[in-house]
């Protein structure tokens, strides 16, 4: 597995890492923890270095099951987690599917306390890489940096990270404590980040680190208009996973398996391929519970994209319309996912 570097972090981690949400939280019931372990280490045995966490994924139960299993080669890996979610009421949802997410809480003696959590159920001294995981509008950025800041000078935490931030939200907190990686959505579906976002953090040498790169699971080719979910499923409630516009948006896959065809590469490898090919500093998380996804997506680290090939996928990906959005209207501003 190749590595990279997030930006001017210092971090380096391997090119592909691995998304840890689904084994614990959101795509139906949690996983078999054994059965986690076992896919975590052999994520470690081919080459992965990074693996992302946080606090809310489960709640909780994820950051433990990844500090356990990690806990023997701690030393060879890269833990990210997240703050900024009010977990301990009562009607708290995480995932919303009640209507009523939890709330966001980057107040700097939660972030603090939030972390003390993180610190013990990974299992860790130091977190390689705090984000934060929603923008909070009551809390000013910089203050939300300055916290993370203490933390990094009490060696608590290594370096910071920004979640779903815009460039004005960037570039105020990075005056105050360097951000090492923006994570947010992006992929052929997701394509938001291109105009402001991704130009401001390759100008600030900020590293990337798409969440959902391969569409929430329907860009690798898997799902179509028949396919159902478990009743814990947290796409039963996304607009763009309605069996309308999951057979509209199927044009997208077709063309993915045109270009794959081509390369011998699987849809998810393409998907794969196109992120990480424009810039070195930008490192895909896919989230697996199987082994087999788990090869198939390491092996889109050695997918070549040529500049003809990526124009001929953004041409043809742009005359796509995807239809349905992200989330449902209650969660678009405040979501945990």
Known sequence: MQTRKLGNSGLEVSAIGLGCMGMSFSYGAAKDTKEMTALLHAAVDRGVTFFDTAEVYGPFTNESLVGEALAPVRKKVVIATKFGFDLGGPNSDPRGMAGKPAGLNSKPDHIKQAVEGSLKRLQTDVIDLLYQHRVDPEVPIEDVAGAVKDLIQAGKVRAFGLSEAGVQTIRKAHRVQPVAALQSEYSLWTRTPEKDVIPTLEELGIGFV???????????????????????????????????????????????????????????????????????????????????????????ANIVLTSADLKAIDEAASSIEIQGTRYPEHLEKMTGL
């Open 210 to 300: 798409p969440f959902s790169p391969l569409g929430k699971g329907f860009l690798t080719g898997a799902i179509d208009p028949q396919t159902k979910f478990e009743s814990t499923d947290f796409r039963n409630i996304l607009p763009r996973f309605t069996a309308e516009a999951r057979t509209a948006n199927q044009k997208l896959i077709d063309l993915l398996a045109q270009i794959g065809k081509s390369k011998g590469a699987t849809v998810a490898q393409i998907a794969l391929a196109w992120l990480l090919a424009p810039k070195p500093w930008i490192v895909a998380i896919p989230g697996t519970t199987k082994r087999s996804r788990l090869d198939e997506n390491n092996g889109a």
